[in-house]
Structures are given as structure tokens and as C-alpha cells.
């Protein structure tokens, strides 16, 4: 079951909402419920068990969305990306993005209570 709310949002979330919104033929607000969905998801890392810190720090894209954002991308660069690939596309490097952010806050927490050694740069 779902809860209807009336949220107040900022300009800079509303415009990005939309735009996601526009590029992947969505509702607004299914793509709203959709960032609070994910976000709900995930607990903060401080709150993780080791073992759960540990999985993070080894995040990754699923096989089968890495490769179509390869091919994406390739398209991409040659120019033969219509707009539903480019929707797509901004779509997988979103999930991509909030995985690699996800993973560096694992390997943060990681280090800090000791259970991975720091990287060299």
C-alpha cells in the first residue's frame, strides 16, 4: 500500500526531477517515489554491520547493465544514440554513480574501523 503526501521541494531537486522525468518518458512524480524508494533503501554505512561495510566496499554494476552501458556509450561516442538511448543511458550512469559513491563510503567506513588497509594514491 502507498501514502499520498504533498512534498515542497527544492528548485534544483524539482528541475532535475524533471528532466530525468522528460528523458525517461516518465511521471514526475514516479520518478520522485522512485529517488525516496532508493534512498529509503539504503542505511546510512556509520550503521552497517562489517560484514555489510565489507560487501559494499566490492559494489558493483550488474554484469548484464555493464555491458549495455558499454555498448551505450559506445553509441554514444559515435553518434548514433536516439533519444530513448540517451534516456537509457543517463539512466545506467546514475545507477553507476550512486554505486561508485556507495562503494567509496564503504571503503571509508572500512577503513576507519579497521577492517581494510588505506589505498595508496
Do not use: F
Not at 11 to 18: F, I, P, W
Not at 82 to 92: M, N, S
Amino acid at each position: 500500500m502507498a501514502l499520498q503526501v504533498t512534498l515542497t521541494v527544492s528548485n534544483r531537486v524539482a528541475e532535475n526531477a524533471r528532466r530525468i522525468a522528460e528523458q525517461s518518458r516518465r511521471p514526475l512524480e514516479t520518478v520522485l517515489a522512485e529517488w525516496l524508494d532508493r534512498v529509503a533503501a539504503e542505511l546510512p554505512v556509520e550503521a552497517m554491520s562489517d560484514l555489510d561495510v565489507l560487501a559494499l566496499c566490492e559494489l558493483q554494476l550488474h554484469p548484464n547493465d555493464q555491458s549495455e552501458l558499454s555498448g551505450l556509450l559506445a553509441d554514444n561516442r559515435e553518434g548514433r544514440l536516439k533519444a530513448e538511448g540517451k534516456a537509457r543511458l543517463d539512466q545506467l550512469m546514475q545507477e553507476y554513480d550512486r554505486r561508485l559513491l556507495r562503494k567509496a563510503q564503504g571503503l571509508h567506513e572500512a577503513v576507519k574501523r579497521g577492517l581494510r588497509k588505506p589505498q595508496a594514491v
